[in-house]
């Protein structure tokens, strides 16, 4: 099969076969806290690539968890962007949060990430390429969850559309097969009208929306 078949594969199940509710399965994690931490809430490491797909993920896990954010974002091209999207999600953090919800923010890679990125240049948008950038950007939170005694962590990613939130969980939980503090939590912040409630929370705080998922080559294919 070569890859262009591969991919028609690919898409063609995504549309016919079984999906996991992940949203369920969240629902489900979140049922057993009382038990498992009957005298705290449990800490979240919350990977979130911009203010538009966390938004509604901070308000969903914040009744649960005790939530820190991480911005792990290299692939986000030019840096001048990169930049524009954290001060977004400072400015909301500050002004819906009166900053009470941690961030870290990690350091800005994206040459290095283009080369790495470069490899599947022309993948379409949701392909190899985009795997191999969640992956790659999801373990190095994972890592800093791990390291940092957080219970869990998890990634907005799953809001988007543009995302298989399949993959996604699927990547995460074999990622969290190598870490021993730290727990993934599947998500898809896409159910339960999350859309709808990222609107609403976009329209009343007035969040910049960009319109292209991040890397040089999501620019170029939205843009040509
Ligand atoms: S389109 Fe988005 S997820 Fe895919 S490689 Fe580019 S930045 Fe990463």
New binding site residues.
């Given amino acids: 099969m070569n890859d262009f078949e591969e991919y028609a594969a690919y898409v063609r199940g995504r549309k016919s076969s079984f999906k996991t509710n992940w949203h369920k399965e969240a629902l489900k994690e979140i049922g057993t806290f009382e038990q498992k931490f009957p005298d705290r809430k449990p800490k979240i490491l919350l990977h979130a690539c911009c203010v538009v797909c966390a938004c509604w993920p901070m308000d969903f896990l914040s009744d649960a968890f005790d939530v820190t954010l991480i911005y792990n974002n290299p692939?986000?091209w030019p840096k001048e962007e990169w930049e524009h999207r954290l001060s977004e999600l400072k400015r909301y953090i500050h002004e819906r949060w009166n900053d009470s919800i941690p961030l870290i923010v990690t350091e800005y890679t994206g040459e290095d990430y283009m080369k790495y990125?470069s490899e599947r240049k022309d993948d379409p948008?949701?392909w190899k390429?985009?795997f191999?950038?969640?992956e790659k950007r999801m373990d190095e939170a994972f890592a800093y969850a791990d390291a940092h005694g957080f219970d869990y962590f998890t990634t907005v990613?799953t809001f988007s559309r543009q995302?298989d939130s399949q993959k996604l969980n699927e990547i995460g939980l074999k990622l969290g097969e190598k870490y021993s503090r730290t727990k993934y939590f599947t998500s898809d912040f896409k159910k339960a009208d999350g859309q709808v409630k990222s609107n609403a929370i976009c329209d009343a705080y007035d969040l910049y929306k960009q319109n292209?998922?991040?890397?040089v080559?999501?620019f170029r294919d939205e843009n040509s």
């Fill in positions: 692939n986000i990125l948008e949701g390429r985009c191999g950038c969640y990613m995302k292209y998922c991040g890397c080559y999501s």
